[in-house]
């Protein structure tokens, strides 16, 4: 990318239904590093029926936070694997506080915070109509982002399906937390000087484009 130097320790900060999983795609495929979201890596946990899973699983239902310990065990193990020696995306994480100052207690330094910001309005309508690449987990819309082929994955082919807490009712107690836990990051890493604000309405290759401008260092 045209001999500028682009940060690759990176977070993605938003709203349940910000674009942050449908934007982390699009830095994997160009940047070669790896997405990391809680989101999925819990979902698969409780898919397996692990330990952790089954703990994770009623807190997911109701739409609340997992407890920190839980989820950072599951960032921890996944950050040591080798393809995040070179960078990383980190989507859904940190999500409050105590979980931030867990990365900096463990000597974790990002190098940017991009928030995608989305007036509340749009967010239950995006989440509603979204559905969910089983294999690679891509997302998609049945109207603003639609597959090629309904059904069927455009990036792998895999099928496509609905988060269990896309339904109206789980959808407004996650906007809810969100305000409340997660939005005191922005001035968190404010201070810190590494967020960088990018409106995350309009159409999905623009915002990848502000995304990436954000990105040089
Ligand atoms: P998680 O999986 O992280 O869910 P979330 O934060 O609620 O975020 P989403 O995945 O819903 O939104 P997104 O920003 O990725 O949106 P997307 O790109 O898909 O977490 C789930 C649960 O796990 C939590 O509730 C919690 O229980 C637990 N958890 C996870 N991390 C945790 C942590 N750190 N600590 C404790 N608990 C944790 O897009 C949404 C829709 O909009 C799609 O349909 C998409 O096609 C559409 N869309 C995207 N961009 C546009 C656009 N520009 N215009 C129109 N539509 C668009
Ligand atoms: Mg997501
Ligand atoms: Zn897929």
Do not use: W
């Amino acid at each position: 990318m045209n001999g500028s130097k682009f940060a690759t320790r990176l977070m993605l900060l938003g709203a349940p239904g910000a674009g942050k999983g449908t934007q982390a795609v699009r830095l994997v495929d160009e940047l070669g590093i790896p997405q990391i979201s809680t989101g999925d890596l819990l979902r698969n946990a409780v898919a397996a029926g692990t330990a952790l899973g089954k703990e994770a699983q009623s807190y997911m239902g109701a739409g609340k936070l997992v407890p920190d310990e839980l989820v950072l065990s599951l960032v921890v193990a996944r950050l040591a694997e080798p393809d995040a020696a070179k960078g990383y995306i980190l989507d859904g994480f940190p999500r409050n506080l105590s979980q931030a100052e867990a990365l900096v207690s463990r000597g974790i330094v990002l190098d940017r915070v991009l928030s995608l910001d989305v007036p509340k309005e749009a967010l239950m309508e995006r989440l509603t109509g979204r559905r969910i690449c089983r294999a690679c987990q891509a997302s998609y819309h049945l109207s603003f982002n639609p597959t090629k082929v309904e059904g069927i994955c455009d990036r792998c082919g895999g099928e496509t399906y609905q988060r269990k807490d896309d339904s109206a009712d789980v959808i407004a107690n996650r906007l809810d937390v969100y305000e409340a836990q997660t939005a005191p990051l922005l001035d968190y890493y404010e201070k810190m000087g590494i967020l960088r604000r990018v409106n995350g309405t309009g159409s999905i290759e623009g915002i990848y484009a502000a995304l990436k401008d954000a990105l040089v260092m």
